[in-house]
């Protein structure tokens, strides 16, 4: 996830020295891997496909010795697939000893557009250093280059900004060292009657293993960072094909390490140079972490785990709790933030309720099978959050619930009041068809929100719209090129990006990655 | 020096390897000293200094972190003289935790006008390569950030070009680890009565120490390479001064380690990845090595050296022999190539015999001292050399030697004849002040021929004429703000560049530094 809403809160973090150690302890090792690029290629304009840009095979990579450069040449290599890792790469000089440094500029793109539109033109709020570029002065050829940060991508372009009069250069041996915490071998066939459902399946699981580092990252081009909300879905992903349970756990660790003076974890985490918590507080984000630890449990039947990360997972509870109004709901107010989806307009009051509900329906199992005390203060938290939620949010006339004081109808509300399942399986169902046949005007614009749609569809025994809603978003993908799955997809416009450009959106990004839990997980 | 005339000479290297390892041996520890800044400055427009930019104090160091830097905002770091080494610093965060890297870029300037006008904007036809910047990217802050260029320069720009919305930075601890082969104790003090010559010496000998490296180099910023014509200069002033005997030796070695089929030396040479000769060979700087070899042993009497060099030396007079015309003149053709000056309208041919009538009287010397068969044949050439001059390109009517089938009168011509002492001294003394009295139109446009008109002034007893051309145009420089004086410098034409533009000139160049070997040589 990017930024949801800027936000600096000022925090006091309380470090828990114990629970930190313990996530270093599960740091993992990484499983590396050699690839090299299979061909040359240009890109071209071509206005019928995504942003405007398609690559044409120049030739094959084994022509790489052929292309002499200089001055202003640029050659752009495509490395067949998504990669991450570290690039490797020979230069030699062809004519005169180099006489001059070379002056080298890389430019690493997960789609086309990357490699023929200039960094240089964007001009959106978040940062333009996440654009992947550098530029190499090399005083001695030839010369080994190997570069020391790690890089998100498919093509590749070398530009030659300055050699000499009396020099060119070849380029040869371009490697890209892949890392990932992710073990294929763990990840049981599929074999699926449906070809879309496969592919949809094996590329999700290719999304999930380039997010999967020393933590699990949201994306690996940006923000490379350890998102409570994108750890939740990876999570759930990852036991239903890596199964690698100590990753989840050393997040969970790491999330409970540095905790404020409340108890509240934050929305996300850096790791160095130290475990960092951000300033950033999210309402569903905090409570995630606490269906993040039932997701877990449930998975791994780690009962010493639950037991160390129970209190944190209860507190995030409470502080969610403590804020109600006495009608027992969230209240409609700027002094908490909440992320839900990228929507500038999206009141957020109702669907952050309904995330209430879901939690404190999975703390109060939790609660149960650690018999914990507050078993009863849950039980009576949920019946007055699922009362205020009827009595306020609940708009008989329409069918649909709504949020705020504008009383907004979003697709999201009904989504998150389908998870919590508020009403019985039917009434859930005559819920979710109503918003297939009826749709607000307030819509889904993430892969992270068309996810709750699908398992909302599921959940409520909406199976048929399910499938054919996931096949037709992430299928769509398929058909515009991903490799991986996208941070962002707008089927009716492939040019969106909340950051300003498409040029910084995220082409690999772990809460695109579900569709291989809700295949496999729900049989589809 | 930059490129005389764009060539590449098809030649086969014969590495003598005896004289490689020799060459290895006298490898030099550098001298390593750490130097801060001394303040922060801005670089304002001014169309009476030189390039148009002077500087403009705005704190003192201490003052540094108070500057706290966000997206556009730049500053500009003073180190007080001319430093020759790497840089490190440390960057640190202010405000939230970075969510974004740093992306910063370097500018290393010698004069303002490099803080102030962009190099993007140079299109000459040097390669822009050397113009000093970088652009990093930081993912990780706080950081210390250790460069492993070495860069030229007295000014610093720290420009942050992207951070995120949410961090800004501060820079601290911004230190050049300078490095030298120059030994400053062995510098006799000099307490010169006249204090502009004695500060002339002091830059003087800061330029050598700044090209003193683990060779002789030209320029620490271009080309950073060890030229025959640099380094008989630099040879010269290091005698007056640090008396670096063993770093001559070790240069002279490496040119004769790699001659090609016919025993001739290279123009230049690259130490790196091996020791190459380039493929540029220039008629008067391959008759430079045995002036070179000449000078050591005046200066050092290492009769050992003499004896293993004095075939490669004797080579180069007997290469420039055998091209020599029936009448014992240099051939006034494009089949070879002398660099002089540059200029680009100056005939060579006259200059090139001048050389080698000084050249042949040099290596007849050695060839005495070594009681060398040649004796006799060097002497034969000597004659044959100055008849061919007196008869062919002297001209009794204007009292000028003359160049080439134009019969062109130049300055460099004069000079070089007068260097040569085909004239006893007194008509050598005419000649001169002719020259001064009637300037051609083909003048001067380096330092390095500046150096040789003061040195043929001493010569023929024109001291008087020396001392005040020095003081002029190396004082002239002075004024014109040099911490360390300047690859070219023309006091009508403070733009002048022969390479496109004034961004990529040199302004530390081992050819500029010869004051000092001229006032402690000639007791000036």
């Known amino acids: 996830m990017g930024e949801p809403k800027m936000q600096a809160v000022q925090a006091i973090i309380e470090p828990v020295e114990a629970f930190i150690a313990e996530s270093e302890r599960l740091k993992p090792e990484l499983y590396k891997r050699k690839v090299t690029p299979g061909r040359l290629i240009e890109v071209i304009r071509d206005e019928t496909v995504i ?9 094959d990579i084994e022509e790489l010795k052929v292309y002499v450069l200089g001055k202003g040449d640029s050659i752009i290599l495509d490395f067949s697939d998504h990669r991450v890792g570290f690039l490797s790469f020979k230069v030699r000089p062809v004519g005169s000893p180099p006489d001059a440094p070379l002056k080298l500029k890389l430019t690493f793109g997960e789609m086309p557009v990357e490699m023929a539109e200039p960094f240089s033109e964007y001009e959106g709020w978040v940062s333009s250093s996440w654009l992947q570029e550098e530029t190499l002065y090399i005083d001695v050829l030839p010369r080994r280059i190997e570069l020391p940060r790690r890089y998100s991508f498919r093509y590749l372009k070398l530009e030659v900004l300055a050699t000499s009069v009396k020099y060119r250069v070849v380029f040869e041996d371009v ?3 892949t890392v990932t915490s992710a073990d294929h071998s763990a990840v049981r066939p599929l074999d699926h009657p449906d070809a879309l459902l496969q592919e949809i399946d094996r590329v999700s699981i290719r999304t999930l293993e380039d997010c999967m580092h020393d933590v699990f990252e949201d994306g690996p081009k940006r923000d490379r960072r350890l998102w409570l909300g994108d750890l939740r879905l990876q999570a759930l992903a990852n036991y239903a094909t890596f199964r690698n349970f100590d990753l989840v756990k050393r997040c969970l660790y790491l999330f409970a390490g540095v905790p404020d003076q409340k108890g509240r974890v934050s929305a996300n985490l850096f790791k160095e140079p130290a475990i960092i918590a951000d300033d950033t507080y999210l309402f569903d984000y905090s409570l995630f972490y606490t269906t993040s630890l039932f997701d877990y449990y449930t998975a791994s039947k780690d009962e010493e785990t639950l037991k160390a990360l129970w209190p944190t997972a209860k507190r995030q509870v409470e ?23 990228w929507h500038p307009e999206l009141n957020k009051q109702a669907s952050s309720q309904a995330i209430l509900i879901y939690t404190i329906k999975r703390a109060i199992q939790l609660a149960e099978i650690l018999n914990c005390d507050s078993k009863k203060a849950l039980a009576d938290a949920l019946t007055k959050a699922i009362n205020g939620a009827f009595s306020t949010l609940w708009d008989p006339g329409s069918g649909f619930f709504v949020s705020g004081a504008g ?10 009041f389908a998870l919590a399942e508020v009403f019985p399986k039917e009434q859930n169902k005559q819920l979710m068809l109503r918003l297939l046949n009826s749709p607000p005007a307030i819509g889904l614009s993430t892969p992270y929100m068309h996810h709750h749609l699908v398992e909302a569809l599921l959940v409520s025994g909406c199976t048929e719209e399910g499938v054919a809603c996931l096949k037709s978003y992430w299928g769509g993908m398929l058909t515009d090129g991903a490799d991986t799955f996208w941070e962002l997809y707008d089927p009716s416009n492939k ?30």
């Open 51 to 59: 942003h405007g840009w398609k690559t044409n095979k120049l030739a």
């Open 319 to 341: 502080l969610a709790i403590e804020n109600l109004d006495p009608q027992g709901l969230v209240q409609d107010q700027d002094t908490w933030w909440a992320f839900i989806d």
């Open 175 to 177: 490697i890209c060292n």
């Open 407 to 416: 009383r907004q109808v979003s697709w999201a509300t009904q989504i998150w």
């Open 495 to 524: 040019n969106f990006s909340p950051y300003g450009s498409y040029l910084i959106n995220s082409y690999c990004h772990a809460w695109s990655c579900t569709p291989t839990y809700l295949i496999r997980q729900y049989g589809l």
